[in-house]
Structures are given as C-alpha cells and as structure tokens.
C-alpha cells in the first residue's frame, strides 16, 4: 500500500481547485474565473483500498498578503508546504510562466515535485512542446512535467500514474470510503460563497465571508440558516439587488448545488450583515473559520 500527501501550489487561477476536483471525481472545492477564491486549505482523498490513498489538499494561490485574510491564506499555503510528500506545482500554460518559475523556486521545496501544466486545451502541440521545453531548461528539480487539462480531464491518468509512482509505501490515514476531513457545514458555507463569486464582480466577494449558524435536520429536509458577511452598507445593498432580486438569485442557485452535493431537499435562509473591516479582524477571522 502506498499514502501520502499530495499538496497542489500554484499562483491564483492557474487552475488549482479544478485539478483537485478533477482528481477526486467530486467537486470538492469551488471554482471561479476571479483570483482568490480559495481561502482554505481543501482536503479531498482519492483511495484504492490495498492499492493506494492519496491526500490531495488545494490551497489558496500564492500571494503577497495585502490584508490579515491572505495572511491567513498564506499560512494555509505554509502548512501544506510543510506535510507535502509530493508537491503539484501547477502553471497556467496559456500564461507568460516566469512569475510561476519564479514562485517555484521561491519555495525551497525538500520533497519530490511534479511540474503541471495546466490549460493545455487551448494551446497547439507545439505550444505544449515549447513549454514543457521553457520548464525543463528552468530546473532540473522537477521528477515528471506533465501537460493536462484539468478542466477537460485531459492527460489526468498520466499525472495519477506519475503521483502513485513517487507516492511513499505506508497505511492509509483515514477509512476508504471517506472523501474528507473537513465538515459538511464547510462545503455548505463555500457554494454560498461560490455563488458570490459567480454572480457579483468589483470587489464583492473579496469582501464577503459566509457563516452557517443552523444546519438542522427536519423529518425530510435539512434547514440551513447561512449569515452572508459584507465590510459596508452599499454593499448589502448590491447583494440584495432591486426588491431582493439578487439575493433571491444567489439563494436559488446556491440550494440547487448545495442539494445536489448533500443528496437531500433543504429548507436555505440567508441574511445580510455588515461586518465593517471583519478581514483585518483577528476575533472576526476566527469566528468565520479563517
Ligand atoms: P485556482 O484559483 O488555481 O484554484 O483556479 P480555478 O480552479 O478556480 O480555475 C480558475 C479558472 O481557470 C476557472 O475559470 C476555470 O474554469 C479555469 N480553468 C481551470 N483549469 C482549466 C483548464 O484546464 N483549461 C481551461 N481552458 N480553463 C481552466
Ligand atoms: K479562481
Ligand atoms: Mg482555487
């Protein structure tokens, strides 16, 4: 049997919880087209009873912190860095990569990495070709570059053999049939925020945490009461949109995904509150699970 720690690092968008997603089969963290998404450190485990388990964990990209929510990001980012048994290290093909090099460099890594080049759905084979050249001339410290498309589970088989071949001989961590440690109120609270991303631009979600206060089994549904937290009045005032309609908007799209993940009907009520400043807010951070 082989188990380890599969951690995936990469700058913000390069496609990091999509791979994750891709892997496990499930979607397990969300996804959007706006940086910063991720807050968490996600972890998702892909076993093969008698075979292999991996721990894959997703991670917030890879930022200068500006405020103490990155600096929280950060750290889940150091705390990756420090129980990885194989580093993913992804970049964004479609991209100039010497930002990416350069972070990759940056981190001083003592364990097997696996360079990923992600996106390559939108380049030509000789673009691929070229990039992977761009890598390999970079560093030799890479075991495996290998190109994927995480979005189009393109070449994935390829990068799960790589994986399993450098993954350490060992018992697996956690039963079979789990997918993860983290709980269910988590993912709950992260397709509200999902949503956030999906609907609002500007600086919208960046300000916006979500808590779950009630998450409660009734006879055949489950009620989920879910504050969605905002730094200023004006911008309660954009979530809720004309009449409600926004929140509304959010409110079904989110209890559509949050149904379909927890193979149950729920009963989903959100409120607005204005947190002024809650992301340089030490109490505020923990409170919201930062
Ligand atoms: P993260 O910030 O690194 O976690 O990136 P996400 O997984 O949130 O993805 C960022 C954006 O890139 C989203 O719009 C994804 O749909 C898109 N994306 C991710 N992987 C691929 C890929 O293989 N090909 C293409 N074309 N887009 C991708
Ligand atoms: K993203
Ligand atoms: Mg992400």
Known sequence: MKAGFVNIFGKPNAGKSTLLNALVGEKMAIVSSK???TRHRIKAFLTKPGEYQVIFSDTPGI??????????MMQSVKSALEDAD??????DATKNVDEAK???????????SILVLNKVDKLKPAQIEAAIENFRQSSS???????????????????LSAIIELLPEGESFYDEDELTDL?????????????????????IPYQTAVIINEFKEKESLIKIQADIIVQRE?????????GGKMIKKLG??????????LQQKIFLQLFIKVKPKWRDNDFKLREYGY
């Not at 350069?102 to 097997?112: A, G, W």
């Open 252 to 261: 079904t799209l989110a209890r559509t995904e949050i149904e379909s993940f």
């Open 141 to 159: 410290s890479y075991k495996k570059i290998i190109p994927v498309s995480a979005l189009k589970q393109d070449n994935l088989n390829a990068l």
């Open 86 to 91: 194989i580093a993913l290290l992804i970049a």
């Open 183 to 203: 709980p269910t109120k988590f993912f709950v609270s992260e397709i509200i925020r999902e949503k956030v991303y999906e609907l609002f631009t500007e600086e």
């Open 102 to 112: 350069e972070i990759f460099q940056s981190l001083r890594l003592k364990v097997p």
């Open 35 to 37: 940086v910063q998404t």
């Open 63 to 72: 930022i200068e912190p500006k405020y103490k929510l990155h600096e929280r």
């Open 234 to 242: 004006s911008q309660k005032a954009i979530l809720l949109g004309e």
